[in-house]
């Protein structure tokens, strides 16, 4: 039993108070546990630096680029837009010509149809009163000068 107790006592003879602590802290809690260490890390160097602005500007540049993409397809886009309502415009000044012009061709054929039945007219009334009465029976002799009668008044 003794060796045993010797044991122990190497084990608690080896262990020294100040064996038993560290001499330098591991880690240091300083309440922020986020993981990030930005203020701990040293600061970059020339070489990091100017790349990072290289890589930044790279960006920018491809931003630059794709913006200048987007408003060059956007001034086509309104171009495009522009010239399709130009042509919209022209079709419907177009078909609004033709219809004027249809309807100029439609009054006159009108106004050509009203004088032919106004001639047919004049014709007729010609006629009756040109009609010789001497061999028509008594009824129609009746018909034909009221019928003069009504041209006459009409003129006077």
């Given at each position: 039993?003794e060796?045993?107790?010797?044991k122990?006592q190497?084990?608690?003879?080896?262990?020294?108070?100040?064996?038993?602590v560290?001499?330098?802290?591991?880690?240091?809690?300083?309440?922020?546990?986020?993981?990030?260490?930005?203020?701990?890390?040293?600061?970059?160097?020339?070489k990091?630096?100017?790349?990072?602005?290289?890589?930044?500007?790279?960006?920018?540049?491809g931003?630059?680029?794709k913006?200048?993409?987007?408003?060059?397809l956007?001034?086509?886009?309104q171009?495009?837009?522009?010239?399709?309502?130009e042509?919209?415009?022209?079709?419907?000044e177009?078909?609004?010509?033709?219809?004027?012009?249809?309807?100029?061709?439609?009054?006159?054929?009108?106004?050509?149809k009203?004088?032919?039945?106004?001639?047919?007219?004049?014709k007729?009334?010609?006629?009756?009163?040109?009609?010789?009465?001497?061999?028509?029976?008594?009824l129609?002799?009746?018909?034909?000068?009221?019928?003069q009668?009504?041209?006459?008044?009409?003129?006077?």
């Open positions: 039993m060796d045993s107790q010797a122990k190497k084990s608690k003879h080896n262990a020294t108070p100040g064996s038993s560290p001499s330098t802290p591991e880690s240091i809690n300083l309440g922020d546990d986020d993981g990030s260490h930005g203020s701990l890390d040293r600061p970059s160097g020339r990091a630096e100017k790349a990072r602005l290289r890589k930044s500007k790279s960006k920018e540049a931003g630059d680029a913006n200048v993409e987007l408003i060059n956007l001034a086509i886009m171009e495009e837009k522009k010239i399709a309502n042509k919209k415009f022209e079709m419907m177009k078909c609004y010509l033709q219809e004027q012009q249809r309807l100029l061709h439609e009054e006159q054929r009108l106004l050509q009203k004088e032919k039945m106004k001639m047919e007219h004049m007729e009334e010609d006629r009756i009163m040109l009609m010789d009465t001497s061999y028509m029976p008594q129609q002799v009746e018909y034909y000068q009221r019928r009668m009504e041209i006459l008044g009409k003129k006077m």
